[in-house]
């Protein structure tokens, strides 16, 4: 399966886990971009996974399709979270999601840029699946 194709043409959220503190996994879907060989994403300063990738950046995600034919990437990466105050980052997730179809929702994820963080999650390792073959005619 060509990867970078998988990643740039379907809107499909990546699952990304990441270690709490109390030992145990946090998963939290987010919308991506595949970018240079990163995978970027957004999310704001309060929310739960910045906190968790702040005090460990080794992270695994998952971006895959849930209905037949069953194909998607998983991967192990590291988690570099840059200020997206500018809003860099979220306006191209917004274009890349959500296109015109939203626009008080654009307008109002937006309006909190200031306190936004891009999460860069550099790729350690990956693995790809395509049942397409396998499946034909289900």
């Known amino acids: ?15 990304l886990a990441a270690i709490d503190k109390d030992g ?4 939290c879907s987010l919308w991506f971009i595949y970018q240079d060989g ?10 739960k996974i910045i906190r968790v990738l702040k005090e460990n950046p ?3 995600f998952e971006v895959s399709i849930n209905s037949v034919p ?3 990437v998983r991967g192990k990466a590291i988690a570099n979270l ?7 980052v979220l306006s191209q997730l917004i274009a890349r ?13 937006l309006s909190r840029r200031k306190d936004e963080y891009a999460i860069h999650l550099k790729i350690t390792s990956q ?12």
């Not at 990163?38 to 929310?47: D, I, K, P, R, V």
């Not at 999601?97 to 994820?109: F, H, M």
């Open 38 to 47: 990163e995978l970027l994403c957004a999310s704001h300063a309060s929310a």
């Open 24 to 27: 145990f996994p946090v998963i």
């Open 1 to 15: 399966m060509d990867t970078t194709a998988f990643l740039n043409n379907n809107l499909i959220p990546v699952r």
């Open 127 to 138: 693995s790809s699946w395509d049942f397409s073959e396998r499946m034909q005619g289900n």
């Open 82 to 88: 840059k200020s997206d105050a500018d809003g860099a």
């Open 97 to 109: 999601y959500l296109g015109d179809s939203q626009p008080k929702l654009s307008k109002w994820l």
């Open 70 to 72: 069953y194909k998607g």
């Open 58 to 60: 080794h992270c695994a």
